[in-house]
């Protein structure tokens, strides 16, 4: 059974910084990316950033040049650096491991809060 355990989140001041991280155990075939992706309030969950088995990462653009993916895959983990967090930023943030085929695997979700 794959697990996804996230760690890291909290509150920070506007400005701040905040690292999450995940790992993940069990076994996934042909694994194509780990990414992470947030949930504000009465919005959509929304793609944040991902990265490849290849290292090809994708951002989106409201956190570009703030927000650095790195992963491991042969540890399975995957981090995500924030840095320059404002209060739009505050969602709660899953991480996610996705195979080449089938769906992906979803973490628990870590409330990250940016106070201005």
């Known amino acids: 059974q794959v697990q996804l355990v996230q760690s890291g989140g909290g509150s920070v001041q506007a400005g701040g910084s905040l690292r999450l991280a995940c790992a993940v155990s069990?076994?996934?075939?042909?694994?194509?990316?780990m990414g992470w992706y947030r949930q504000a309030p009465g919005k959509q969950r929304e793609l944040v950033a991902f990265?490849?088995?290849?290292?090809?990462?994708n951002y989106a653009d409201f956190v570009k040049d703030r927000f650095t993916i790195f992963s491991d895959y042969d540890k399975n983990t995957v981090t995500l650096q924030m840095n320059t967090l404002t209060p739009e930023d505050t969602a709660v943030y899953y991480c996610s491991i996705s195979p080449r085929w089938g769906a992906p695997h979803w973490g628990q979700g870590t409330q990250v809060t940016v106070s201005s």
């Open positions: 069990g076994r996934i075939d042909s694994v194509h990316s």
């Open positions: 990265v490849t088995t290849d290292g090809a990462t």
